[in-house]
């Protein structure tokens, strides 16, 4: 049932406002990966982040596709927690310490999403931990490479996004039209270090940056 | 329905299955080897583009009028993409969107005065007004200016082809003129972009204007002034009122104009520093790399309708 209401969500909302309202142009959507487990790794500058994501796969695979979230902002009382998981399809974790379930103490707070891959799920993750300034790339946190530490084997694929921090940024109620690029780097795994996994993450981005040659917004 | 329409729509899709079978049987064959994914691509995007210019004209004129404003939101959005815009402007953008369904609304209402007028007075006027109440002066003109500009080529221009369904003509004609008049000017544009490029690919040598446009060349322009001329004899007395000598110069206007708006838009382009305005027609580009002749010749061909007939 609730995967039925997932699924009329996306089919009414999510697609049409990412393709119809806003726009994909994507480069190198062969390198999306069509089976699980695998984690898509991108920016995140806006909610419509993880619409136009979300929009890029077919509705078949919709509840093997579960975007990563923060407890403390997508589980705000109980209503908004039964919408998050159910029709948002959310893997809800802790960021602070203070918001971990009691009793929890010694449990990973990234757990679900183990659950979650070793299930065979496409798991979205934002590494720099939240929206922060439209249009800017924050340093991303190490939790992607424990993550990738703990699941050698499982592809991270590096995901671009543009032009999502203009049409929808943070604190904004309005939703401004842009067409929005998505940029789709090669897929990365654990080399063993996680220095040198953090380097070769964001090298990836630096990469995929530079492909876009579109003015800085300001 | 215009048999004139019906049978110029038949023989769309008899040109494009020609094309299609040389492009997918006849190239391979004549170069072997080569890898023809773009022409392939631009062929295929041709059937969306025709099936989808018969739907909008064939049937009645609100879903005419809606299919060409959805035209202007894309073509505005893609405009809107890839000019460098100001974080502050982000609730004026919003305003220009709107001015799209009010002058759809306008035209399907038929008020000639209001559509005539109101994206050159009232929505610049306004615009300006709203970007001034932020505040933010630093660059303040050119903003202006760049989002004028879009909504003058994306939405007012190309809302003129809403008009012309609209259009009451002094001159009897046995049926509504609209749906001729749309197919005309649309057609007769494309087809002048399709020869300038053709002729331009067999004979081209002396460049028009390397600067804007470099494959742009003397013969290509010619060959397609040319060819538009032959093809408004015979689409102009099927699709439209025009007859004899006014089809010779209505078919040497649209073939000028289009090659202007084409270059208008290179211009642009160019200045923004990128190729193609987008990606949402494979093989073509972006929807503004489309109708780029069109945002010339679509007001241009009105107002002559308007003007003399």
């Known amino acids: 049932m609730t995967r039925l209401l997932r699924a009329l969500f996306v089919l009414l909302i999510v697609k049409p406002i990412s393709l119809i309202v806003l726009g994909i142009n994507i480069r190198n959507r062969e390198r999306l990966p069509l089976k699980g487990p695998a984690i898509l790794v991108a920016n995140h500058n806006s909610h419509l982040d993880t619409f136009v994501l979300v929009s890029l796969f077919p509705l078949s695979r919709l509840h093997h596709i579960r975007p990563v979230a923060a407890a403390d902002y997508f589980c705000r009382g109980p209503v908004m927690t039964w919408i998050s998981k159910n029709i948002f399809g959310v893997i809800p974790i802790a960021r602070k310490k203070e918001t971990r379930l009691e009793g929890s103490e010694a449990e990973d707070p990234m757990q679900p999403v183990y659950d979650a891959l070793q299930r065979g799920s496409i798991v979205i993750f934002y590494p720099e931990g939240t929206r922060g300034e439209p249009e800017r790339l924050a340093k991303f946190k190490s939790g992607i490479a424990y993550l990738s530490k703990k699941f050698p084997e499982v592809p991270i694929v590096p995901c671009f996004l543009h032009g999502l921090g203009k049409a929808l940024p943070k604190g904004e109620a309005i939703l401004v039209p842009f067409f929005c690029d998505i940029f789709v780097g090669e897929p990365i795994r654990w080399n063993g270090e996680k220095e040198r996994f953090m380097n070769s993450l964001e090298s990836s981005f630096n990469e995929l940056t530079s492909q876009l040659k579109l003015p800085a917004w300001d | 329905m215009n048999p004139g329409v019906l049978a110029t729509i038949a023989a769309i899709y008899g040109a494009l299955l020609l094309a299609t079978a040389i492009v997918y049987v006849l190239v391979p064959r004549l170069s072997p080897g080569k ?70 609304y306008w035209i399907y209402t038929g008020w000639y005065g209001m559509f005539i007028v109101f994206i050159p007075v009232y929505v610049f006027l306004f615009l300006t007004f709203r970007m001034v109440l932020i505040g933010e002066t630093a660059g303040f003109f050119t903003a202006v200016g760049m989002l004028q500009w879009g909504l003058m080529l994306n939405v007012f221009c190309i809302s003129h082809l809403a008009f012309l369904l609209q259009l009451h003509l002094t001159v009897p004609t046995a049926y509504p003129p609209g749906p001729g008049l749309v197919l005309y000017i649309v057609l007769l ?70 090659f202007i708006g084409d270059v208008v838009v290179s211009a642009v382009k160019r200045d923004l520093g990128v190729k193609d305005s987008g990606s949402l027609i494979p093989g073509h580009g972006g929807i503004l790399d489309r109708i780029d002749s069109l945002t010339f010749t679509a007001p241009i061909f009105f107002h002559f309708m308007r003007y003399f007939y």
């Not at chain 2, 470099?214 to 290509?220: F, L, S």
């Open chain 2, 35 to 104: 890898d023809h994914k773009e022409l392939k691509q631009r062929t295929n995007s041709w059937w969306v583009i025709v099936t989808l210019l018969a739907i909008a004209v064939c049937f009645n004129i609100g879903l005419s009028i809606i299919f060409i404003a959805f035209l202007c939101f894309l073509a505005l959005k893609e405009f809107l993409s890839l000019i460098p815009t100001r974080r502050a402007d982000r609730r004026v953008l919003f305003w220009a969107y709107l001015s799209i369904p009010l002058q759809f």
């Open chain 2, 189 to 258: 544009t494309e087809l002048n972009d399709v020869a300038q490029f053709c002729w331009g690919k067999l004979l081209g040598k002396r460049k028009i204007i390397p600067k804007v446009s470099p494959n742009k060349t003397w013969e290509g322009f010619l060959g397609g002034v040319a060819t538009t001329i032959l093809l408004s004899y015979v689409l102009g007395p099927l699709l439209t009122p025009l007859r004899g000598r006014v089809c010779f110069e209505m078919g040497l206007i649209v073939a000028v104009c289009g």
